[in-house]
C-alpha cells in the first residue's frame, strides 16, 4: 500500500510538471523527421514523377513507409 502511494505520487508529479512545461511551450511532442521544405521537395518530385518512393527513401534514409506517409498524408501542421 505504501509504494503504491509513493508511486501516485510520483505520477501525479510527472502530470504537473508536464502540464507545466506544456503551459510554457516546452512540450511540443515528437518532431518531423523531416523539415518542412524537405517534405514539399518530397511531393512535388514524387508527383511530378522524378523519383519513385523507394528512391527517396534511399535518399533520405528513411523508411519507405515514411515517405508515403510525407506523400499521402496531410502537410505538416494539419492533422
Do not use: C, W
Not at 518542412?36 to 508527383?47: C, D, K, L, M, V
Amino acid at each position: 500500500m505504501v509504494a503504491e502511494f509513493e508511486a501516485n505520487l510520483g505520477h501525479m508529479r510527472t502530470r504537473e510538471g508536464m502540464a507545466l512545461a506544456k503551459k510554457n511551450g516546452k512540450l511540443k511532442g515528437k518532431q518531423p523527421k523531416l523539415p518542412e521544405p524537405a517534405r514539399r521537395s518530397i511531393r512535388r518530385r514524387y508527383a511530378e514523377g522524378e523519383v519513385s518512393l523507394a528512391d527517396l527513401a534511399t535518399e533520405y534514409s528513411l523508411g519507405r513507409s515514411t515517405i508515403h506517409r510525407i506523400i499521402h498524408g496531410p502537410p505538416a501542421g494539419q492533422s
